[in-house]
C-alpha cells in the first residue's frame, strides 16, 4: 500500500535572527517531511526574515493539523506569522477586467485556449 502526500507550502515572516532556517528545517525533517522548495531573504531595513518552503509531508490530509498544531511552538518561539497551505487545493478567484475582449482574453487565453 503506497503513502499518502501532502504537498503543502509553508509562508513565514518573523524578525531575523540567526538559526531561523535551520530550526524551521530540522522541525520539517523531523516529522517526516521533505522539503523540495525554499526560498528566503531578509529585508534590512525592517530587519524582516520572509520564508517560503514547499515540502511533501507523508500522511492523510489529517496530518496537516498535526504539522501546524506541532509547529505553533516554533513559531512561537521565533515570533512568526505563518500558515500551512495544500498545494493541490485550487483557490477560488475573481478577476475583474476593464474590456472584456482585451484584457481577459489576454490573461485566460494560451496559445488560443482558455486556461481553465
Same mark, same amino acid.
Given at each position: 500500500?503506497?503513502?499518502?502526500?501532502?504537498?503543502?507550502?509553508?509562508?513565514?515572516?518573523?524578525?531575523?535572527?540567526?538559526?531561523?532556517?535551520?530550526?524551521?528545517?530540522?522541525?520539517?525533517?523531523?516529522?517526516?517531511?521533505? /522539503?523540495? #522548495?525554499? =526560498?528566503?531573504?531578509?529585508?534590512?531595513?525592517? !530587519?524582516?526574515?520572509? *520564508?517560503?518552503?514547499?515540502?511533501?509531508?507523508?500522511?492523510?490530509?489529517?496530518? /496537516?493539523? #498535526?504539522? =501546524?498544531?506541532?509547529?505553533?511552538?516554533?513559531? !512561537?518561539?521565533?515570533? *512568526?506569522?505563518?500558515?500551512?497551505?495544500?498545494?493541490?487545493?485550487?483557490?477560488?478567484?475573481?478577476?475583474?477586467?476593464?474590456?472584456?475582449?482585451?484584457?481577459?482574453?489576454?490573461?485566460?487565453?494560451?496559445?488560443?485556449?482558455?486556461?481553465?
Amino acid at each position: 500500500m503506497k503513502t499518502e502526500i501532502q504537498s503543502l507550502r509553508l509562508v513565514a515572516t518573523c524578525p531575523d535572527r540567526k538559526g531561523i532556517i535551520g530550526r524551521v528545517a530540522e522541525f520539517i525533517s523531523t516529522q517526516g517531511a521533505n /522539503i523540495v #522548495d525554499a =526560498s528566503q531573504y531578509t529585508e534590512k531595513r525592517s !530587519d524582516t526574515f520572509f *520564508m517560503r518552503y514547499g515540502f511533501e509531508l507523508p500522511g492523510p490530509e489529517s496530518a /496537516i493539523k #498535526d504539522f =501546524s498544531d506541532a509547529f505553533q511552538l516554533i513559531a !512561537d518561539e521565533l515570533e *512568526m506569522d505563518w500558515h500551512v497551505t495544500n498545494v493541490n487545493q485550487r483557490r477560488r478567484v475573481v478577476m475583474l477586467v476593464s474590456k472584456f475582449d482585451n484584457c481577459l482574453a489576454y490573461t485566460c487565453c494560451t496559445d488560443g485556449k482558455w486556461v481553465t
